[in-house]
């Protein structure tokens, strides 16, 4: 008898304020409604000991390497515990953030050298990246305005300046430009249901799906 299929990892990233949070609620129903078992999760977290380094990271003053390491030290955890052990069943996982954002944030972002989150990648996760990774690609005013509007209390990354959010933008974007076949840019301008429904073709149109 053949072993279940091995789950896909979808990963969802963009700077503050895009739209991932909506877009990853409509993909999934989308993929339950196909028949598929999906779990939803996030980065920094996924898992009780990540969660607590989430708190950390989103409210702590740090050493730029202080936090790779940790943003990295909660992946390690969320890989181990949740993210392979589903994949493994069979289960389809969407992460909102993965080791681009680390590498959009730390060194776009803070100017940390490309090299150490390279080295980081490779100790945590040697070989292995998302099937697909969607960016939310949308200009700094936009995504501020949205931020604005949802009211809540700016964390530690979303009080930095517009600099930090444009070169966290050009980050995303150049990496996106890298590797074509694993990421979908997309206008995180438009109507939810637009880009829920480019997000469903970008899936279709996969060999592996
Ligand atoms: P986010 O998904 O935006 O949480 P929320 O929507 O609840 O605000 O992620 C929290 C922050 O963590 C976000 O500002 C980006 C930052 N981050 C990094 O700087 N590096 C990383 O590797 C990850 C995963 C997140």
């Given at each position: 008898m053949?072993?279940?299929?091995?789950?896909?990892?979808?990963?969802?990233?963009?700077?503050?304020?895009?739209?991932?949070?909506?877009?990853?609620?409509?993909?999934?129903?989308?993929?339950?409604a196909r028949g598929r078992e999906v779990l939803r999760t996030r980065e920094p977290g996924?898992?009780?000991?990540?969660?607590?380094?989430?708190?950390?990271?989103?409210?702590?003053?740090?050493?730029?390497?202080?936090?790779?390491?940790?943003m990295f030290a909660a992946r390690r955890e969320h890989l181990a515990a949740v993210i392979d052990p589903a994949l493994a069943a069979g289960v389809w996982v969407l992460s909102d953030r993965f080791s681009d954002a680390t590498h959009a944030y730390q060194v776009g972002g803070r100017g940390l050298a490309a090299a150490r989150c390279?080295?980081?990648e490779a100790w945590v996760h040697p070989g292995f990246a998302p099937d697909l990774t969607?960016?939310?690609?949308?200009?700094?005013?936009?995504?501020?305005?949205?931020?604005?509007?949802?009211?809540?209390?700016?964390?530690?990354?979303?009080?930095e300046r517009r600099g930090f959010f444009a070169r966290v933008r050009a980050a995303y974007l150049d990496r996106a430009r890298?590797?074509?076949?694993?990421?979908?840019?997309?206008?995180?301008?438009?109507?939810?249901e637009t880009i829920a429904a480019e997000i469903a073709a970008g899936i279709d149109e996969k060999t592996w799906q």
């Open positions: 053949n072993a279940k299929p091995r789950g896909r990892f979808i990963t969802f990233e963009g700077i503050d304020g895009a739209g991932k949070s909506t877009q990853i609620a409509l993909l999934a129903d989308a993929l339950r996924g898992t009780e000991l990540g969660e607590k380094l989430r708190g950390l990271l989103l409210g702590m003053d740090m050493h730029p390497d202080t936090e790779a390491m940790l390279d080295a980081l969607f960016l939310l690609d949308m200009p700094l005013e936009s995504a501020t305005a949205r931020l604005a509007a949802a009211g809540a209390a700016p964390d530690r990354f979303e009080r890298r590797e074509p076949a694993r990421f979908r840019v997309l206008d995180a301008t438009r109507e939810p």
